[in-house]
Antibody, heavy 124, light 109 residues
Framework: QITLKESGPTLVKPTQTLTLTCTFS??????????VGWIRQPPGKALEWLAL???????RYSPSLKSRLTITKDTSKNQVVLTMTNMDPVDTATYYC????????????????WGQGTLVTVSS | EIVMTQSPATLSVSPGERATLSCRAS??????LAWYQQKPGQAPRLLIY???TRATGIPARFSGSGSGTEFTLTISSLQSEDFAVYYC???????????FGQGTKVEIK
């Protein structure tokens, strides 16, 4: 049974750096083809894909946010960490981590399991 | 870059009726398209992948079709629990500015 859970601050100030942790179970990020991604959703708005990390440490970022994002993994702890620098009120959103379905072919895939999400508010 | 456009933005349907949702890609994504359902306060749930394959546990009233640039999600007979927002996602290409569509809200008529 695959589960994921996001954790981190609920409130950050403008210009600060946000660090979110995704703790998962039911799969290993050392298994070939496995990936974990981050997606966010501002209140009342659509989903926005942010970043994804694969089992082999291949990392992909949204081009519009690439300069501000870093995704890392700790396989021994079953965790994926996302950092976002220079936070702004427009970054207020629910942040989700999700399991990227394994694929035999290298490349993006759909998200078959999602965490419950964590609401991050950016305000002074 | 590929842009995903969903229509309509809102669909008003009576329980028991059929709902048809559209997702269009600005360029071909082959069959690399997924559909998700999201209810208020909940995470998205995978419904369809590969444009037409139902995910585990998804009722048969949900069906997906299409390839290339035109895709459809059909809910054959709407149940009360189906009123939600539906998103499409392309996974054919990396570095997309908008992987997900903007969503279609299915509301009770």
């Amino acid at each position: 049974q695959i589960t994921l859970k996001e954790s981190g601050p609920t409130l950050v100030k403008p210009t600060q750096t946000l660090t979110l942790t995704c703790t998962f179970s039911g799969f290993s990020l050392s298994t070939s083809g496995v990936g974990v991604g981050w997606i966010r959703q501002p209140p009342g708005k659509a989903l926005e894909w942010l970043a994804l990390i694969y089992w082999d440490d291949d990392k992909r970022y949204s081009p519009s946010l690439k300069s501000r994002l870093t995704i890392t993994k700790d396989t021994s702890k079953n965790q994926v960490v996302l950092t976002m620098t220079n936070m702004d009120p427009v970054d207020t959103a629910t942040y989700y981590c999700a399991h990227n379905a394994p694929s035999a072919v290298a490349g993006p895939n759909y998200f078959d399991y999602w965490g419950q999400g964590t609401l991050v508010t950016v305000s002074s | 870059e590929i842009v995903m456009t969903q229509s309509p933005a809102t669909l008003s349907v009576s329980p028991g009726e059929r709902a048809t949702l559209s997702c269009r890609a600005s360029q071909s994504v082959s069959s690399n398209l997924a559909w998700y359902q999201q209810k208020p306060g909940q995470a998205p749930r995978l419904l369809i992948y590969g444009a037409s394959t139902r995910a585990t546990g998804i009722p048969a009233r949900f069906s997906g079709s299409g390839s290339g640039t035109e895709f459809t999600l059909t809910i054959s007979s709407l149940q009360s629990e189906d009123f939600a927002v539906y998103y499409c996602q392309q996974y054919n290409n990396w570095a997309p500015r908008k992987t997900f569509g903007q969503g279609t809200k299915v509301e009770i008529k």
